[in-house]
């Protein structure tokens, strides 16, 4: 069973910080994907960026601003956000798409991500 854990979500002012953390298990093959997703009330969900093989893509609103990375060895997929706005406090979830992740991943696409974290809430505030 595929399961994504988030962590790392929380209470930032405007201009600062925050890395989260996304620990994904249970895929026996390489062939997905990560993405992150955000969800403010009464908004759409919205791609935030995604991560397949060597490739990163990431929405236009968080460009410049919030990276991806992963670490292999633990399984472990990270969203570093910096110079943090206001209009960034959102629900953010980790998701997974498999297979055909190197496919679907540039399209951040929620509809096409099978395999949901629980989310963890990020408010920036001051």
């Known amino acids: 069973e595929v399961q994504l854990v988030e962590s790392g979500g929380g209470l930032v002012q405007p201009g600062g910080s925050l890395i989260l953390s996304c620990a994904v298990s249970?895929?026996?093959?390489?062939?997905?994907?990560i993405g992150w997703f955000r969800q403010a009330p009464e908004r759409e969900r919205e791609g935030v960026s995604c991560?397949?093989?060597?490739?990163?893509y990431y929405g236009n609103s968080v460009k410049g601003r919030f990276t991806t990375s992963s670490d292999s060895a633990s399984k472990t997929v990270y969203l570093q956000m910096s110079d943090l706005k206001p209009e960034d406090t959102a629900v953010y979830y980790c998701a997974a798409v498999s297979p055909l992740g190197y496919y679907y991943c540039p399209t951040l696409n929620h509809l096409r991500f099978n395999s949901w974290g629980q989310g963890t809430q990020v408010t920036v505030s001051s």
């Open positions: 249970g895929f026996t093959h390489d062939d997905y994907a």
């Open positions: 991560i397949s093989g060597g490739s990163v």
